[in-house]
């Protein structure tokens, strides 16, 4: 791998980082009261939205090979499934995921090799990577990278208005 | 520049495209007058959101080194100054810019090699540049995909609920 290919990922690297630190920024600033608000009327509670990433981001550690899920039992409530509009966890709780889950995250992508970002996710098989090689695990970063930006602008909604 | 690097490329903009087309598709899933509401009560319109996501593609020519924007008579209304709930443009004329914009830059992105996409953009000096060489074209468009994302998910709550 060349300086080039290095700096690719960094820039890649950096954009997650920098959404997930953002994310952050949102959540911490929001009240418990006002994470179980609906993002707008009808619209998904803030607090589905953190357990929908958190459960997404964990997703990511077996579909890129990297281990298991912390928490798989976040997939049924906030993927598999509508917000309910019922607590199935507390806010505290859901902190405490989404904190765990990006650390954990954080801490298998930082020991990837550029070599390792260009290879298969486990949900390709071999054959059709050799044919769809864009199919890697960079991909996949890119991709949550943009569904954690389109739920950040909705979590945004929750902030109070300053005007 | 060899394979890979070109394929990293080749990820990066596909993810872009995407975003551009679901974007695109949700705009022209609504109606004018879905267009002209809040995206969320008290918060922009659909019709400001757009504007803004076109006067920041557009403003991508220039800060990539790409040519003129087309429409920089978009930024005051839709950059430097929040949601009017006004109307300084027609949903039909934003509408059109939008395409204009989208297709612009498409064609100027297509026309990049891979060694251009990691040159410099214009709002960095050389100097810089040569202690910070993350801060390339790569890197604006990552930023620019998820700042589409980002309002693309607000956009999204103009929809009809469909439950």
Redesign the interface.
């Known amino acids: ?1 060349n300086d ?2 290095n ?6 690297l ?2 997650w980082y920098s ?1 997930v630190k953002r994310s952050d920024a949102i959540f911490n600033s929001l009240t418990d009261e006002q994470l179980l608000q609906e ?5 998904n509670r803030g607090a589905y939205l953190m357990g929908h990433l958190t459960a997404v981001h964990d997703a990511m550690l077996p579909l890129l090979g990297l281990g298991e899920s912390l928490h798989p039992e976040l997939l049924e409530p906030y993927v598999k499934n ?1 917000d309910s509009k019922t607590d199935n966890h507390t806010p505290q709780q859901l902190r405490q995921f989404w904190s765990e889950v990006n650390e954990a995250v954080a801490s298998k992508f930082n020991a990837l090799t550029t070599d390792e970002w ?1 290879q298969k996710h486990t949900s390709v098989s071999a054959e059709d990577f050799a044919k769809e ?2 199919r ?1 695990r ?2 996949v970063l ?2 949550r ?3 954690l ?6 979590v ?2 929750l902030k109070e ?1 300053t ?1």
Chains 1, 2 share one sequence.
């Open positions: 791998m080039q290919q700096l690719m990922i960094k820039v890649v950096d954009n959404s993002a707008a009327p009808g619209r509508a260009l090689p864009h890697n960079l991909n890119l991709s990278f943009g569904h930006e389109y739920h950040r602008g909705q945004a909604f208005k005007d």
